[in-house]
């Protein structure tokens, strides 16, 4: 593991609001990611794990405090240096698929490549290995509306992992799935991270899920109420990335 953290909060604060309509939603968070660490995010309703994981994914910024990417100060980024950050080096996957509805699994996976500029030639390729890499190889010109739930969320993971980022950051990614969904979608995430070294940051209000993380941090009140390792990370070791269901 690098001696340098990948991702570091120091003494985070983020408030929303002015005057007495103020609110803190982040109270002074301290917080350490190395790369290729799995990590569960978790804490009830308005404890501040939605804010950290926007700034986490540079879409806010802290009010106070420090947020190092690789050493980078991104507090001190401009809008489109964040924007730059976000395209090269950040994947993200919702509860809400966010897919198109009339474009294939594979334009929905071009996109990230179509942003970036990338030739036709270049983009066909890699969503087409994104997706034999979540278990959708076939399934390149199917529509959303002829996938399963499971299905679109595949498609989804594949479209934030075609640029090779450095970091994933899924919230709630299996919110919108049934249980047997739920768990092919977190073998998927845990495979990413064991087979190709994706540093995995999950929001999770499901305790079962979060088990597949190495590292669980619970927030409370806007602030780290406890960070622990897990040691028995949850990992079943068959092959459901083939099962498209």
């Known amino acids: 593991m690098s001696a340098l953290p990948l991702i570091e909060l120091k003494a985070v604060t983020k408030t929303y609001g002015q005057g007495t309509t103020a609110f803190q939603a982040l109270k002074g968070v301290d917080l350490v990611i190395h790369a290729g660490e799995f ?16 700034t ?10 420090e947020y190092l990417f690789n ?16 395209r090269r080096y950040l994947g993200f996957v919702f509860q809400g698929f966010n897919l198109l509805a009339r474009t294939s699994a594979q334009e929905n996976v071009e996109l990230p490549l179509l942003y970036r500029g990338e030739p036709a030639k270049t983009r066909h390729a890699a969503a087409k290995k994104a997706l034999a890499s979540v278990g959708l190889a076939g399934w390149e010109h199917h529509t959303p509306a002829e996938l399963s739930g499971g299905q679109q969320q595949r498609v989804a993971i594949a479209r934030a992992i075609v640029t090779e980022p450095a970091v994933l950051l899924a919230d709630e990614p299996t919110g919108n799935l049934d249980t047997h969904r739920s768990l092919e979608i977190m073998e998927l995430l845990w495979k990413l991270n064991a087979d190709h070294g994706i540093t995995v940051l999950m929001v999770t209000h499901e305790a079962d899920m979060a088990q597949y993380a190495k590292r669980i941090v619970h927030f409370v009140d806007g602030v780290v109420d406890s960070d622990t390792p897990n040691p028995h990370p949850t990992a079943h070791h068959q092959n459901t990335t083939q099962e498209v269901v």
């Open 71 to 86: 050493g980078i100060h991104v507090e001190t980024l401009t809008r489109d240096q964040r924007a730059l950050l976000r």
């Open 39 to 54: 990590v569960a995010i978790m804490g009830p309703s308005g404890s501040g794990k939605s804010t950290v994981m926007n």
């Open 56 to 65: 986490l994914g540079c879409l806010d910024t802290p009010s106070t405090g």
